[in-house]
């Protein structure tokens, strides 16, 4: 396989995430979730995915797909889309899988992966994060990287505007 297979490779449906999974399992991979637009990656992005690999072993990266991004920030957004963030995201060493999602939350997503630790920026509150209550209750953890300030997609956006 050439590099640029490789990384379409790590792109995946439900279907194969499943078998994906059960091989992970079987290993006692600690499986991390993590999920956003991730529209423009930048060092914010990167702070939060290279801590959330610190969690365990095999982080799955939740991107929301066009449709979802564009009812959450509006009508602008995304500025990429949804095939160019997912192959974008899969080239980081740091991610082993990438699903799209369409639903404005990824509840479903993480209720069918069952994620040993479910991470979001520290932006969030963990009472407020989605998905944090199920995983809690299958003996997982949940856990907020430090938000970098200065660092956010909204920020490059209006920088860009200005150029």
Same mark, same amino acid.
């Given at each position: 396989? !050439?590099?640029?297979?490789? *990384?379409?490779?790590? %792109?995946?449906?439900?279907?194969?995430?499943?078998? %994906?999974?059960?091989?992970?399992?079987?290993?006692?991979?600690?499986?991390?979730? +993590? !999920?956003?637009?991730?529209?423009?990656?930048?060092?914010?992005? %990167?702070?939060?995915?290279?801590?959330?690999?610190?969690?365990? +072993?095999?982080?799955?990266?939740?991107?929301?797909?066009?449709?979802?991004?564009?009812?959450?920030?509006?009508?602008?957004?995304?500025?990429?889309?949804?095939?160019?963030?997912? *192959?974008?995201?899969?080239? &980081?060493?740091?991610?082993?899988?990438?699903?799209?999602? $369409? $639903?404005?939350?990824?509840?479903?997503? *993480? &209720?069918?992966?069952?994620?040993?630790?479910?991470?979001?920026?520290?932006?969030?509150? %963990?009472?407020? *994060?989605?998905?944090?209550?199920?995983?809690?209750?299958?003996?997982?953890?949940?856990? +907020?990287?430090?938000?970098?300030?200065?660092?956010?997609?909204?920020?490059? $956006?209006?920088?860009?505007?200005?150029?």
């Amino acid at each position: 396989m !050439n590099h640029l297979e490789i *990384i379409r490779s790590k %792109i995946v449906d439900q279907r194969k995430l499943d078998s %994906i999974l059960a091989g992970w399992r079987m290993k006692s991979d600690k499986i991390i979730f +993590t !999920n956003g637009c991730f529209d423009l990656l930048h060092g914010g992005h %990167i702070h939060l995915l290279s801590s959330a690999k610190d969690f365990g +072993t095999r982080l799955i990266v939740g991107l929301n797909s066009d449709a979802s991004v564009k009812r959450l920030k509006g009508d602008q957004r995304p500025i990429q889309n949804e095939n160019d963030r997912a *192959i974008i995201m899969s080239s &980081q060493h740091l991610v082993d899988a990438v699903i799209l999602f $369409e $639903e404005d939350t990824p509840l479903n997503l *993480i &209720q069918f992966i069952k994620p040993d630790i479910l991470v979001k920026g520290g932006d969030w509150e %963990i009472s407020k *994060i989605v998905g944090a209550d199920f995983v809690k209750s299958h003996g997982g953890e949940v856990k +907020t990287i430090p938000y970098l300030e200065g660092n956010s997609t909204s920020l490059l $956006e209006e920088k860009l505007k200005k150029l």
